[in-house]
């Protein structure tokens, strides 16, 4: 190794050798929580998301409108006579 890398490594040693680690529960205990914390953040983005979807959807759809129970619809327009079925013609042996 070079001079430089030996001391900047003797330097790092120096500096992390007085620090203690967390136990590994209290290691575990933070990672469960911020999971927790990620995915009900999750949760509420997705939450928000379709609320603000459906909410626009009703903004932008025409809305349609229900027939009032005093008046009575028009009857179906009625088209033209139904042409007759032609009949088959049979073949003699």
């Given at each position: 190794?070079?001079?430089?890398?030996?001391r900047?490594?003797?330097?790092?040693?120096?500096?992390?050798?007085?620090?203690?680690?967390?136990?590994?529960?209290?290691?575990?205990?933070r990672?469960?929580?911020?999971?927790?914390?990620?995915?009900?953040?999750?949760?509420?983005?997705?939450?928000?998301?379709?609320?603000?979807?459906?909410?626009?959807?009703?903004?932008?759809?025409?809305?349609?409108?229900?027939?009032?129970?005093?008046?009575?619809?028009?009857?179906?327009?009625?088209?033209?006579?139904?042409?007759?079925?032609?009949?088959?013609?049979?073949?003699?042996?």
């Amino acid at each position: 190794m070079s001079r430089e890398l030996s001391r900047l490594y003797r330097a790092l040693v120096e500096e992390t050798d007085g620090r203690a680690l967390m136990a590994p529960e209290q290691l575990r205990r933070r990672a469960d929580r911020r999971a927790r914390n990620r995915a009900a953040v999750g949760a509420l983005a997705v939450a928000a998301l379709v609320a603000g979807t459906a909410a626009g959807a009703q903004l932008v759809a025409p809305r349609v409108r229900a027939p009032r129970p005093g008046r009575r619809r028009a009857p179906p327009r009625r088209r033209g006579p139904r042409p007759t079925p032609r009949p088959r013609c049979r073949r003699r042996p």
